[in-house]
T-cell receptor
């Protein structure tokens, strides 16, 4: 089984709908991250969490919210989806030592907002 | 703020040719880590290598090799005898190696799309 899983893998929705993307990990890592990938732009950090009680905004958090339900679970919500949130979304985890350890990425969720 | 530049947007090579993907980074910090990730057409991100700023030794792993030069702030990636399975988007990334604000964030380049033609 994969260490970092994301559900759903693909989602098509309409403008204005609320969407939740879920991430689970079995690596026992404290740190979890949500990234967004747009074609030709690399990955940009949306939110990150260093533990269950610690949530921080990344560089592009507007229009998104997150919930860290447990050490192993980190969800990303789009309260009212808009077309420019169409992108590939990645969840990642890393160990708690220093933050510069390798980040392990999930398989990605492809979201299309019509 | 950190910056990673991958000037080559797309590269096409014929199978068995060697190819080098360039990565140039900017940071004021002296302690950092550099990464390369591969993103095949299926979309997942595959970790290839991590290199810390104090280790300038080149690394070779099979057909892959990496050349890290602090003097030019570059961390280039060479694939020898390319194969069709090497076709993917390759990302270079940087993270600072301290526990202060900003240390958590991987700064990615925009990626280089490599196409290996049979």
């Amino acid at each position: 089984d994969a260490d970092v899983t994301q559900t759903p893998r693909n989602r098509i929705t309409k403008t204005g709908k609320r969407i939740m993307l879920e991430c689970s990990q079995t690596k026992g890592h404290d740190r979890m991250y949500w990234y967004r990938q747009d074609p030709g732009l690399g990955l940009q950090l949306i939110y990150y969490s260093f533990d269950v009680k610690d949530i921080n905004k990344g560089e592009i958090s507007d229009g998104y919210s997150v919930s860290r339900q447990a050490q192993a679970k980190f969800s990303l919500s789009l309260e009212s989806a808009i077309p420019n949130q169409t992108a590939l979304y990645f969840c990642a985890t890393s160990s708690g030592t220093g933050g510069y350890n390798e980040q392990f990425f999930g398989p990605g969720t492809r979201l299309t907002v019509l | 703020a950190q910056k990673v530049t991958q000037a080559q947007t797309e590269i096409s090579v014929v199978e068995k040719e060697d190819v080098t993907l360039d990565c140039v980074y900017e940071t004021r910090d002296t302690t950092y880590y550099l990464f390369w990730y591969k993103q095949p057409p299926s979309g997942e991100l595959v970790f290839l290598i991590r290199r810390n700023s104090f280790d300038e030794q080149n690394e070779i792993s099979g057909r892959y090799s990496w050349n890290f030069q602090k003097s030019t702030s570059s961390f280039n990636f060479t694939i020898t005898a390319s194969q069709v399975v090497d076709s993917a988007v390759y990302f270079c990334a940087l993270i600072l190696a301290y526990s202060g604000a900003g240390s958590y964030q991987l700064t990615f380049g925009k990626g280089t799309k490599l196409s290996v033609i049979p």
